[in-house]
């Protein structure tokens, strides 16, 4: 806001000074006139510059300064040849004016070619080009998850912490209420982590906006500030910062997009930890957390069998898993559940030739007395 402001008032400088000074003899307000398009002109340049890498100005530069020093050579030549009068100041005009501006062009195009970092100092940090600023929320802090993934590589640029961000959690780890306490000091633990993090770099910063009060929306109008994006796992604040235009790196869609994909019919295997809610049904959980609701399964609670899958629902808690086990597939579940196998394997031993012989079998000499009597 304040550097439109200050464009605003340079253009309506530039116009009152050539109102005044009357350019070209011109009237007041043509002289107003063409000093609102000067101005208007030179913050558009100014406008396409800020856009421009450094090698592209530097680059710009340096041809400008060659083609001006090649037009005054130029201009010497034709002051020698041409004679004085309109037409040697014209052909030096447009000398100069073509010189500069094929220098400008050339230079500009030819500016990424340059190595500013081997010149060190304030040109080295140009061969990383625009910085990718990521803004960490404090419910992602203390989630611990934002470790894991910076350990991996997967997280570039920047890693932005904001004060305001860091006097929260110290207020979290300072609470009374033990859980809260613990959670806190978990926040402060996982920014050490990150601090010795060789693939990130964390950049604590010190803007403030004292007129907003919730820091969710401070932290929008820091990314704003910054250009970055907000890294949360916070759902509201997802769609706050999503209605205001500012980017937002969600963990638990991120979590949720990398579950394993299971398709209907195929097998997979799981441990029954606990009684589902219907009847005769089990629940198992996946590595990730999925849960996997298992038919016909009460019975196998604290054994690993091999399901089958039936469907797979989305849902906006994550992703559910359903399948059915079969208790008369073979192999279809941990040997050591199995039934004995003598009593599996006696119905296979039969043959089609006559049951063997088997004597009658004599009562017993006690029984035999009783019934005499």
Known sequence: MDV??????????????CSLIHPFSLPTRPAAA?????????????????????????????????GIVGAYLFALVIRNSVPPGPTQSFLQIMVMLVMAYVGLVVGANKGDLLNLAALGGVF???KTGKKSFKILDTSVIIDGRIA??????????????????????QLVADSADSLKRNRGRRGLDILQRLQKTATVQIQIVEDDFP???????????????????II???????????????AVL?????????????????????????EGKEYNQGVAYLDDGTMVVVDNARKMIGKTIDISVTSVLQTTAGKMIFGKWDERGPGRHDPKASAPLPAVATPAVATNG???FEPPKKPAPAATDRAAE
Request: aromatic letters at 6%.
């Open 4 to 17: 439109v402001f200050i464009r605003l008032l340079f253009v309506l400088i530039v116009s009152v000074i």
């Open 34 to 66: 063409v000093g609102l398009l000067i101005g208007a002109a030179i913050v558009l340049f100014e406008w396409r510059l800020r856009v421009m890498s450094l090698k592209r100005l530097i680059g710009a530069a340096i041809g400008s300064v060659l």
């Open 124 to 126: 080295g940090g140009e």
């Open 148 to 169: 894991d993934i910076a350990e991996t590589g997967f997280l570039d640029g920047l890693i932005v912490i904001p004060q305001f961000v860091l006097r929260e959690l």
């Open 211 to 229: 007129t907003v009060r919730e820091v969710d929306m401070k932290l929008i109008e820091l990314a704003k500030v910054y250009e970055g994006k």
């Open 232 to 246: 949360t796992n916070d759902f509201n604040l997802n769609k706050v910062a999503q209605l205001q235009g500012v």
């Open 250 to 274: 969600n963990i638990n869609e991120l979590a949720n997009s990398l579950k394993p994909i299971v398709l209907p019919g195929e097998v997979m295997r799981v441990f029954i930890l606990k």
């Open 354 to 356: 006559p049951p063997p």
